[in-house]
């Protein structure tokens, strides 16, 4: 899956546990979008997360 280009935020690994408590591989995915981001005055396409794309930190093309 894809990371953050901003602050590197990706996938965490885990256990899903059922009722009966028997474990299984989770993968717990961070919300990221490919979006068009202004970078030095030109559109570049890369993976932003959307805490990153709400708290302003990269401005869309």
Known sequence: ???CAICEKGPHFGN???HSH????K???ANVKSVKV???G???K???CTSC???GLVERA
């Open 46 to 48: 890369m993976y932003v």
């Open 22 to 25: 028997r474990r299984s591989n």
């Open 27 to 29: 993968v717990w995915n």
């Open 38 to 40: 202004k970078v030095n």
């Open 42 to 44: 030109n559109a570049k």
């Open 1 to 3: 899956m894809a990371k």
């Open 53 to 55: 794309l709400r708290s």
């Open 16 to 18: 899903a546990v059922s």
